[in-house]
């Protein structure tokens, strides 16, 4: 059995001179098998006695009459919820974004933006340099 592979011409900067594009498969012998096997059973004996006794049954259930009385009363519930301060928190999101333009798999134009996002909700403090500048004040 054989198979051609038909590859035309370079592929995008590869070419595929020197490849072989015919292959050749096949088996030419195979080796003798043989098998040899000997099974014997010895004789069984099974003896068994089965004997079930007469079993007695009596049972006497008696239900005496149940009474269930139960008045269960809702009475109106009241919730009140409120968000009266937020955590402090002062959470760091990472950003990396990549717009590019690509034709046919090549990459023409990139642009890469990376960067912090902050998400603050503590009280704002000066930080020394700020003091030492004179830019540490409430903001306006």
Do not use: K
């Amino acid at each position: 059995m054989s198979f051609d592979i038909p590859l035309q011409g370079p592929i995008g900067p590869v070419t595929i001179a020197g490849i072989p594009t015919q292959f050749g498969l096949g088996v030419t012998a195979l080796p003798p098998v043989s098998a040899d096997a000997h099974v014997a059973l010895d004789p069984v004996a099974a003896d068994a006695h089965v004997a079930l006794d007469p079993v007695a049954a009596d049972a006497h259930v008696a239900l005496d009459p149940v009474t269930a009385d139960a008045r269960v009363a809702l009475e109106p519930v009241a919730v009140d919820l409120a968000v009266s301060r937020l955590p402090d928190v002062r959470a760091h999101v990472p950003a990396n974004f990549s717009v590019s333009l690509c034709l046919f798999g090549i990459t023409v134009f990139s642009i890469h933006l990376c960067g912090e996002a902050q998400v603050v909700t503590e009280p704002y403090r000066p930080t020394p340099s700020e003091l030492a500048t004179g830019t540490g004040g409430p903001p306006p």
